[in-house]
């Protein structure tokens, strides 16, 4: 079984730039999950969906920040207009959803906003 | 509001010694819990998962680990400590009401000596 994959690995970009994050969850599994990891800090979730639904953006910085997943299957996350403090690892995590709490996590983008 | 602490940022252990690795979380109820491992550059891997029930529960590669009510813990154990071992590790709890979102501690950088 093929596990979550994310594209790109790594990424650096001046501020103000854009970037896109892509992610392909594990086949069947309809809750998917994206998290920023700040450097030396845990995963902090940035949103989630179930299908092609949001249940939880609370976390995400509107302003500039934005997810997508239209099919319910692959989800992009993208940030117009970078900022320093964007700088961290995009992790994208899976889940068979309904009765189960485990969450499978892709390798994650790191990305260095300069 | 639920949260995790994980009181040591870095541990430094010998070969062969044993290992425990501390973990209080905060939730008024009985959550559910998970130790995860992240190798150098790459994503999370879930080690093990305690839902209500046996207190001790085991993990992949001789992990286990100990929920307390009493204690608010949730305390990772290994007897004998390998070199592959050297990774972060990241106590996490999910609230069991429905919210499938994981809320993680910051993390503990496990130092194996030779």
């Known amino acids: 079984e093929a596990g979550v994959t994310q594209s790109p690995r790594y990424a650096v970009l001046q501020e103000g730039q854009a970037v896109s994050f892509w992610c392909d969850p594990i086949?069947?599994?309809?809750?998917l999950y994206w998290y920023q990891q700040p450097r030396d800090q845990g995963p902090q979730l940035l949103v989630y969906?179930?299908?092609?639904?949001?249940?939880?953006n609370s976390q995400l910085p509107s302003d500039r920040f934005s997810a997508v997943r239209p099919k319910g299957t692959n989800s992009t996350l993208k940030i117009q207009s970078a900022k320093q403090g964007d700088t961290a690892t995009y992790l994208c995590?899976?889940?068979?959803?309904?009765?189960?709490?485990?969450?499978?996590f892709g390798p994650g983008t790191r990305l260095t906003v300069l | 509001a639920q949260s995790v602490t994980q009181p040591d940022a870095r541990v430094t252990v010998s070969e062969g010694a044993s290992l425990q690795l501390r973990c209080k979380y905060s939730?008024?109820?009985?959550?559910?819990l998970f130790w995860y491992v992240q190798y150098p550059r790459q994503g999370l891997q879930l080690l093990l998962k305690?839902?209500?029930?046996?207190?001790v529960v085991q993990g992949v590669n001789g992990f286990e680990a100990e929920f307390s009510k009493s204690n608010s813990s949730f305390h990772l154990r290994k007897a004998s400590v390998h070199w592959s071992d050297w990774a972060v590790y990241f106590c996490?709890?999910?609230?069991?009401?429905?919210?499938?979102?994981?809320?993680f501690g910051s993390g503990t950088q496990l130092t194996v000596m030779p």
């Open positions: 305690y839902y209500p029930g046996d207190p």
């Open positions: 969906f179930r299908d092609e639904a949001v249940i939880d």
């Open positions: 086949s069947g599994h309809d809750t």
């Open positions: 939730y008024f109820g009985t959550p559910y």
């Open positions: 995590a899976s889940s068979p959803g309904l009765g189960s709490y485990e969450q499978y």
């Open positions: 996490a709890v999910s609230p069991s009401s429905g919210s499938w979102q994981l809320i």
